[in-house]
């Protein structure tokens, strides 16, 4: 092995770990997307019951459905999702697998490319080919052409899991804060935990991403209550003329 500084840039692949990552990171993403969707989905269906009925009854009734329907409904989706990556990331290593049984040559010359184009010299570029080719020539190639790892591939199951416990989760604080806060202050308990909820949520989903916190928490926070001002007025509105 060479160590010739700018051979050892191009071993440290930063594109390839930065990818694996976020892949690991993908139960964590779908988890936290699932408990913010469970908070606002289930919130909105029992304030605008409760503004609509102080019948305990309906809240239940209305609430459980949510929490129930919402959490299959996000698990199924996220497994769709989650499905149609991994089913690509399979066919695009089985290409390449096929590509390096069949015409291993040009695929070397390919990888020698790859890393000339990132700055290398001729020779140098062809030797860090031909000895990560010798090591792992299927790991290199995934690396270089499609940031992907073949032992990385992110696992539908694992969202779909994440989501359905995460929704519920989620949806139980709202269910539970409607049903167990007496009168009056019901409603404006609700609105208050799931507000709060919420910007725990849009925080950790800010962080995984490296984005803004402030910026994440703001929106999440605006279209909870958005949401939850628009059921409330619907509501009101069918309590008020006798509808419901």
Not at 124 to 152: K, N, P, Y
Not at 158 to 183: K, N, Q, R
């Amino acid at each position: 092995m060479t160590d010739d500084p700018e051979v050892r840039t191009a071993h440290s692949d930063e594109p390839h770990a930065v990818t694996g990552l976020a892949q690991r990171l993908n139960w964590l993403r779908a988890g936290v997307l699932g408990a913010n969707d469970g908070i606002v989905s289930v919130a909105a269906v029992v304030v605008g019951v409760a503004a609509a009925t102080t019948s305990q009854a309906a809240i239940l009734t209305a609430g459980l459905a949510a929490l129930v329907g919402g959490a299959i409904s996000m698990a199924l989706g996220e497994y769709v999702s989650v499905s149609s990556q991994s089913d690509t990331e399979k066919a695009l290593i089985a290409k390449e697998k096929h590509e390096l049984a069949t015409m291993p040559e040009e695929e070397l010359a390919e990888l020698a490319g790859f890393y000339r184009d990132r700055g290398l010299s001729d020779e140098t570029a062809r030797q860090v080919a031909v000895e990560l080719t010798e090591h792992d020539a299927l790991g290199a190639h995934l690396s270089a052409e499609l940031h992907i790892d073949a032992d990385d591939v992110v696992s539908a199951w694992h969202a779909a899991v994440a989501s359905f416990v995460a929704f519920t989760i989620g949806g139980l604080l709202p269910f539970a804060t409607v049903l167990l806060v007496p009168e009056p202050a019901k409603i404006a308990a609700t609105f208050v935990a799931v507000l709060v909820a919420l910007a725990l949520t849009g925080g950790v989903a800010a962080w995984i991403g490296g984005a803004r916190i402030d910026r994440a928490v703001l929106r999440v926070v605006v279209g909870g209550a958005l949401a939850l001002g628009a059921t409330f007025a619907v509501g009101s509105l069918l309590g008020t003329t006798g509808v419901a």
